[in-house]
């Protein structure tokens, strides 16, 4: 199985270091474990963790020292930050998310609950990451981008509230109109109408009748659309609508509530999904801006090979000698030269562009996609050899039925692709190599 992140765990006791370490091992995680706050420190500095994990209590409050500690040293800053604990009260929760907590569960998390919870969270340090390392490429280029600050958004976030019962909609309205644009809509079908064409930051899904199957597969209409795909979605459900949480966790929830839901939950539920959904259009919008004059191919709009090469020099060092994955994908139009020969360059430009535009649309927010003679290449962070294979056939597939023209007369590329993971002694040259030998 392929470990899906690293948790540094911070725990006193050695008991809740056992139990929790065995949850999160269980879930598909691998464990580094800390039981002070200077050892966690030192450990979050050397060990390169996708999240630090605080099981709270600690002994004499020292869990806001550490907190505050882990958030002002800049090399470990970025790292999400989740606390663990029995009985942590809504008021408690609160205050530790505006201490910049991404994230707080109850101590009796199951191992469905902790991967669903913290499966997004690790994608979320990888786009972290990928921010930092791309934009001291971008500089080193020449294009300086201002990376964005924590809750620097403009305006109120806006929340879709979907659900079939007055009394429930009434009830979550109370708690959250104050703070919170809302829209309230009472039938799923319309609710992913508006999603497809507003610019939401988190849905919230009640449950309350039989009709509740309808309502939670809004949730897998909505991690099914790529455009939605990263929408946080929080499900609240009367206990008779879900035999377990786990149902709706596996439908694409990314919190899951049954009834009764204090005021205080609802609010820090909600808080904690459109501060991470907001984060994430601050990096898209971040690392969109490195793409410049000096950094990019001005034939295809994407990034140039030299800053390829010096990026995945980064990306090679960051990921400790293999210890991270880091794939590539490479794609080559195999009858460019033909099309060059038949069309002419200007044409067969045109083309190459319009192929470009549609794979910078097919990829995640932290791949970067850069021209590499007639084709591109992907780098994929954080991504394994096998899990690589997902998003290089679904482009491959997208490329070759999409219907793509030359002077109004329709043209097929013959599109090859190869793919390459990271081994120890390589270089941005062999890795790529290496992905051109798999095409063969």
């Keep these: 199985m392929?470990?899906?992140?690293?948790?540094?765990?911070?725990?006193?006791?050695?008991?809740?270091?056992?139990?929790?370490?065995?949850?999160?091992?269980?879930?598909?995680?691998?464990?580094?474990?800390?039981?002070?706050?200077?050892?966690?420190?030192?450990?979050?500095?050397?060990?390169?963790?996708?999240?630090?994990?605080?099981?709270?209590?600690?002994?004499?409050?020292?869990?806001?020292?550490?907190?505050?500690?882990l958030k002002a040293a800049?090399?470990?800053?970025?790292?999400?930050?989740?606390?663990?604990?029995?009985?942590?009260?809504?008021?408690?929760?609160?205050?530790?998310?505006?201490?910049?907590?991404?994230?707080?569960?109850a101590g009796t998390a199951d191992g469905t609950e902790l991967l669903h919870r913290l499966k997004p969270m690790v994608r979320f340090a990888t786009m972290q990451s990928e921010l930092r390392l791309r934009l001291d490429t971008a500089?080193?280029?020449?294009?300086?981008?201002?990376?964005?600050?924590?809750?620097?958004?403009?305006?109120?976030?806006?929340?879709?509230?979907?659900?079939?019962?007055e009394s429930p909609l009434k009830d979550i309205e109370a708690v959250l109109e104050g703070?919170?644009?809302?829209?309230?809509?009472?039938?799923?079908?319309?609710?992913?109408?508006?999603l497809g064409g507003g610019d939401f930051d988190a849905a919230i899904v009640s449950l309350e009748s039989e009709t509740a199957a309808d309502y939670?597969?809004?949730?897998?209409?909505?991690?099914?659309?790529?455009?939605?795909?990263?929408?946080?979605?929080?499900?609240?459900?009367?206990?008779?609508?879900?035999?377990?949480?786990?149902?709706?966790?596996?439908?694409?929830?990314s919190i899951v509530h049954l009834r009764p839901v204090s005021a205080g939950d609802l609010d820090a539920s909600i808080m904690t999904l459109v501060r991470r959904q907001r984060a994430r259009r601050d990096i898209r919008e971040a690392l969109a801006a490195t793409l410049?004059?000096?950094?990019?191919?001005?034939?295809?709009?994407l990034y140039s090979t030299a800053l390829l090469h010096a990026h995945l020099d980064r990306l090679i060092e960051a990921s400790e000698g293999g210890q991270k994955a880091l794939s590539v994908a490479l794609f080559?139009?195999?009858?460019?030269?033909?099309?060059?020969?038949?069309?002419?360059?200007?044409?067969?430009?045109?083309?190459?562009?319009?192929?470009a535009s549609w794979l910078a649309r097919l990829i995640r927010v932290e791949d970067m996609a850069a021209r590499v003679e007639d084709g591109f290449c992907i780098t994929l962070p954080h991504t394994s050899y096998e899990d690589a294979a997902t998003p290089m056939n679904r482009i491959m597939w997208i490329v070759?039925?999409?219907?793509?023209?030359?002077?109004?007369?329709?043209?097929?590329?013959?599109?090859?692709?190869?793919?390459?993971?990271?081994?120890?002694?390589?270089d941005a040259d062999e890795l790529i190599a290496r992905a051109r030998r798999d095409m063969d």
């Design 332 to 355: 080559e139009i195999r009858n460019m030269a033909g099309l060059r020969e038949e069309f002419g360059n200007k044409a067969a430009d045109g083309l190459f562009a319009e192929v």
């Design 179 to 194: 703070s919170y644009g809302l829209e309230v809509v009472p039938d799923p079908f319309t609710a992913e109408k508006l």
């Design 139 to 165: 500089t080193t280029f020449g294009v300086d981008v201002t990376p964005p600050r924590p809750g620097a958004g403009d305006g109120r976030y806006r929340v879709l509230v979907v659900g079939g019962g």
């Design 74 to 105: 800049p090399e470990i800053s970025h790292i999400p930050l989740v606390i663990i604990g029995d009985g942590i009260s809504p008021e408690r929760r609160r205050a530790y998310l505006e201490q910049d907590v991404d994230d707080v569960l």
């Design 216 to 253: 939670l597969d809004l949730c897998a209409q909505v991690r099914k659309n790529p455009a939605l795909f990263n929408l946080p979605v929080l499900v609240i459900s009367d206990p008779e609508c879900l035999k377990e949480p786990a149902e709706a966790y596996s439908k694409g929830a």
């Design 292 to 301: 410049g004059d000096e950094t990019s191919d001005a034939s295809a709009g």
């Design 400 to 426: 070759t039925h999409t219907e793509f023209g030359i002077e109004d007369e329709p043209v097929g590329l013959w599109v090859m692709a190869g793919r390459a993971a990271l081994e120890p002694g390589d």
């Design 2 to 69: 392929n470990l899906l992140g690293r948790i540094l765990l911070v725990a006193e006791d050695a008991g809740d270091q056992r139990r929790l370490s065995a949850k999160l091992g269980e879930a598909g995680f691998s464990v580094l474990t800390a039981d002070t706050g200077a050892q966690a420190l030192e450990r979050a500095r050397k060990g390169s963790p996708d999240i630090v994990m605080l099981k709270t209590p600690l002994r004499d409050g020292g869990e806001t020292p550490l907190i505050k500690a």
